[in-house]
């Protein structure tokens, strides 16, 4: 199942892609579960999946505006140099735990939305991550039994100001600059991405492929992180964890090409889709 | 004016506080959950025309305190922000800020049990003064910053050493579950003209453990709402914490860290005392 929440008319839903359309779970549903993360929390996926049997789409996607698949989360915590080709580039070496930082919803523009450069730098990059969307709650939760807290998966542009990252001693604030990144469009319920040990993470800039990697990279792997981020913090249904980037951002090139107003970027991670937006100036 | 979020009888509710009685004041604002709309320049007005002259509704130590935080409600926190500190740990004054975030549920309410987690025997306290936003902030100057904070409150930025150095970024150490505290008021500006003008205090079972006026900081607060206001907007009830002093478990030899059963008082002259007693997991 793909899950979305959008506006239609004005008003927030959330639903399921069924083709070039999408079935109005919140109006089906809405009254028990207000929210996507509602129903997830509520251990209603299985409803959700019974209410979107044998009907047709409500809506055509295009009259639809994207929001975050959750639309507010508890958290969003990201790992930092988690894919070897990546930290060979840097030469940083490779990490004993994971670097793990904060993502506030606010720096995060929705599918089809404006990623902004900011004024106060031009050194906006991008990175193209697999999120993992939690769907029960959780603490001190073990490695073997870690994917059991994973509801699905989203799409994220990690979008950074990468001289703001080295300002101080924490990247904090270069990650966190207002729409600067993306996450999108919806996410794919875990049964439809049984394995990730192997997906594809492609981003295109303007049509030219600049990222063209895999997860089988990654360096500690989502249940690794699950069972470390949760020894110090509880797991709530709707937090994401993103994963880490593959090498070809733009701080990797000797000449580096940043984003700048106008440039098109499409992150594609099958068989979630695509996440799609625009560079704009603040 | 000093604000404080309370249980009394199940119900949350926003208070005033004068000498050790509430006020209730949640009907002043219509909402009682949402302490960032209280703390905007006309939720205050509401909210000092309701306490004018009304009557107190509890004994202070009749109610349970709440965190001074409302959903979604952002914890800005900064590393290393004391000279006196600083000098302490052998580091160069840094030329930028340390910033790191904390989530609301790595705190405790004033009166409520900090959590030394089984995962580590490193748990330490900061005191911190920590200024609370009251309107929208982006692109401010620093001679205008102060001008957007509605008050002030206490943290203990409760810290677990050994994993705040696990992987390049504090987070894990800074967000363990209940490790720190932040209350029990938010003293209003009109009290603190000069937010570095107080002193602040920590003992841990009566021992004076930190003690400093808080004038000594790398960052003071018109270059911290500055800086943070480049890259987002401040909303009102978010929180920007500026750092410990000296004096905290890690400074000792060997350290003093917290155990299970140890009290910990934090003390800012103007706004109050958080206290906390210290449990195991």
């Known amino acids: 199942m793909k899950l979305i929440s959008f506006r239609h008319e004005g008003i ?14 919140f109006a089906r549903l809405g009254d028990r579960y207000p929210t996507l993360r509602d129903a997830i929390a509520g251990l209603g996926l299985n409803e959700i999946d019974r209410e979107s049997q044998g009907v047709a789409a409500d809506y055509p996607l295009t009259d639809i505006e994207y ?5 507010a989360p508890d958290k969003i915590l990201c790992v930092g140099r988690n894919y070897r080709a990546y930290h060979e580039v840097l030469e940083e070496g490779l990490l004993k735990y994971p670097s793990i930082f904060p993502r506030f919803p606010s720096s995060f523009a929705a599918h089809g939305g404006v990623i902004l450069k900011p004024r106060a730098s031009d050194e906006l990059d991008f990175e193209a991550e697999l999120v993992a969307v939690i769907g029960k709650s959780g603490r001190h939760i073990p490695k073997d039994r870690a994917m059991d807290h994973v509801i699905g998966y989203t799409i ?3 979008g950074s100001v990468r001289d703001w990252q080295h300002l101080g001693a924490q990247t904090f604030p270069g990650k966190n600059f207002y729409q600067s990144g993306a996450i999108g469009p919806w996410m794919v319920t875990i049964d439809e991405m049984p394995d990730i040990s192997k997906v594809p993470i492609r981003t295109r800039v303007n049509g030219e492929i600049r990222q063209d990697g895999a997860t089988d990279m990654m360096i500690f792997s989502l249940p690794e992180v699950i069972a470390h981020v949760s020894t110090f913090t509880w797991l709530e249904p709707g937090d994401m964890i993103s994963t880490g980037s593959p090498g070809g951002s733009a701080v990797e090139e000797d000449t580096p090409r940043w984003l700048k107003p106008g440039d098109e970027i499409e992150i594609e991670i099958p068989p979630i889709g695509v996440l799609n937006n625009t560079v704009g100036a603040e | 004016m000093k604000l404080m979020c309370y249980r009394h009888g199940g119900e949350a509710a926003l208070g005033v506080v004068r000498n050790e009685v509430v006020i209730d004041v949640t009907d002043a604002t219509g909402v009682v959950a ?10 205050l007005s509401a909210i000092r025309a309701r306490a004018d002259g009304a009557q107190p509704s509890h004994k202070m130590d009749d109610v349970e305190a709440l965190l001074p935080l409302f ?10 922000n004391y000279v006196g500190h600083i000098e302490e740990m052998g580091y160069d004054l840094p030329e930028f800020p340390s910033i790191f975030m904390r989530t609301h549920a790595s705190f405790a309410p004033h009166g409520a049990d900090i959590i030394k987690p089984d995962a580590s025997e490193q748990f330490d306290y900061e005191a911190e003064l920590t200024a609370v936003i009251g309107r929208p902030a982006r692109h401010i100057s620093e ?9 002030y409150t206490i943290m203990n930025e409760g810290s677990v050493r050994d994993w705040q150095r696990r992987g390049p970024q504090v987070t894990p150490g800074k967000n363990f579950d209940r490790s720190g505290a932040i209350g029990p008021c938010i003293a209003t500006t009109e009290d603190i003209p000069d ?8 003992r841990v079972n009566g021992e004076v453990r930190q003690s400093t006026r808080t004038d000594d900081m790398v960052f003071a607060f018109p270059y911290l709402i500055s800086y943070i206001s480049t890259f987002c907007e401040l909303q009102p009830g978010d929180m920007i914490s500026t750092g410990s002093p000296s004096g905290s478990a890690a400074g000792f030899t060997p350290p003093k860290w917290l155990v299970p059963g140890d009290v910990v008082e934090m003390e800012i002259t103007q706004i109050g005392l958080v206290r906390n007693s210290v449990a195991s997991e």
């Open chain 2, 34 to 43: 949402d302490i960032g709309s209280a703390l905007t320049p006309d939720g």
């Open chain 1, 156 to 158: 994220m542009n990690e």
């Open chain 2, 143 to 151: 001679a205008d910053a102060l001008n957007y904070v509605a008050g």
């Open chain 1, 12 to 25: 927030e839903k959330y639903g399921v892609v069924l083709g070039d359309g999408v079935v109005d779970i």
């Open chain 1, 67 to 71: 929001m975050f698949p959750i639309t």
């Open chain 2, 71 to 80: 959903p979604g409600a952002r914890v800005f926190c900064i590393g290393q």
């Open chain 2, 195 to 202: 937010p570095a003008a107080l002193t602040m205090k920590t």
